[in-house]
């Protein structure tokens, strides 16, 4: 596909099929980013500034809650006991 052919139609589309899939939101903001990549770089470095990066406007999913990390007394003491 032509990068000028992507529209935000498609873009939503790939979100919404990744989403379905059970993606979760950070991968899918990756893989958003590796599309967006390609118009960035034909945008500067072949001066192609008419092109639209839609990508770039696409509806990113919500990140999920970070995950809760606890220290167990165990692995608390076990660099301790490193000289």
């Given at each position: 596909?032509?990068l ?24 899918i ?12 770089v034909?945008?500067?470095e072949?001066?192609?500034d008419?092109?639209d ?7 990113r ?23």
């Open positions: 596909m032509d000028a052919a992507i529209k935000p139609k498609h873009d939503s589309e790939f979100v919404a099929a990744q989403v379905a899939r059970e993606m979760s939101g950070s991968s903001r990756i893989y958003l980013a590796l599309l967006s990549h390609p118009f960035t034909v945008a500067r072949w001066e192609m008419s092109l990066n839609s990508i770039r406007l696409a509806r999913p919500k990140l999920e809650a970070g995950r809760e990390r606890t220290l167990t007394p165990e692995a608390g003491n076990a660099d301790s006991s490193q000289p």
